[in-house]
């Protein structure tokens, strides 16, 4: 699998692309709690679940192989991708949200969760608005918590634990929902609550280190592909 100019200035270079599609993964029983509980920092996930966090050791390996790093992705507006990385480096891992413009151009760096994380990535209004786009191959459910670990946002409504705990619900959390909800909305691993605001037609994050601020380090024409990338799509919600 490739990323355009996702995998380029590591050294040494890395010759050949370790990142693999991920989307088999989202079939095992175990995916949601140990996704939530490692990517979402959600230490409630497995008991909303039911399942033990010894149960999640095969999968979360999976997750982690140095050999094989999982994508998921996620089909946005304007013909890009929304991917999820399991960045498996030796001694700088992580997680990466990254869009891919689908035009050839280089990858656009949103989030990294990680020592030196950047982030977040989305304000709740981009979420739920990328929730909700069309894809053959994920339910808006599946989209939502996917996108939820790299979203924080001061001004999001109380609604939005309403929301995530439907999504729960329907991937099949069945106790201490709203814990759990509240757990992925409010985590403080990487970055605290965010203001956003609308600067030139896009939102921008003015949080420190967000890489979408205004006059930060991507271009003008990054954050309104951005912008553009995440609105609503046309038809329904999938779910």
Not at 39 to 57: T, Y
Request: contains cysteine; proline residues 8%; hydrophobic residues 45%.
């Amino acid at each position: 699998m490739i990323i355009p100019g996702y995998l380029d200035g590591y050294e040494p270079p890395i010759l050949r692309s370790p990142l693999v599609d991920g989307s088999d993964l989202m079939s095992y029983a175990m995916f949601w709690p140990a996704f939530l509980a490692t990517v979402g920092g959600a230490a409630s996930a497995p008991d909303a679940f039911g399942v033990d966090p010894a149960d999640l050791e095969q999968i979360v390996d999976l997750f982690l192989d140095a050999d094989r790093w999982p994508v998921f992705s996620l089909p946005l507006a304007e013909g890009c991708r929304l991917h999820v990385v399991m960045r498996n480096y030796e001694d700088d891992g992580g997680v990466d949200y990254v869009l891919d413009p689908g035009t050839g151009d280089v990858s656009i760096p949103l989030a990294a969760m990680e020592g030196h994380f950047r982030g977040p990535a989305f304000a709740w209004q981009e979420v739920v608005a990328a929730a909700q786009q069309p894809d053959p191959d994920h339910t808006s459910a599946e989209r939502l918590l996917l996108l939820v670990p790299a979203c924080a946002d001061s001004s999001r409504p109380n609604t939005a634990i309403d929301l995530i705990a439907e999504a729960l619900t329907t991937l099949g959390a069945r106790s201490g929902v709203r814990q759990l909800s509240e757990e992925l909305l409010t985590s403080l691993r990487y970055w605290g609550p965010c203001r956003w605001a609308d600067v030139d037609d896009v939102l921008v994050g003015l949080g420190s280190a967000t890489h979408r601020r205004h006059g930060g380090d991507l271009s003008p024409e990054q954050l309104r592909l951005i912008a553009a990338a995440l609105q609503p799509g046309d038809t329904g919600i999938k779910r």
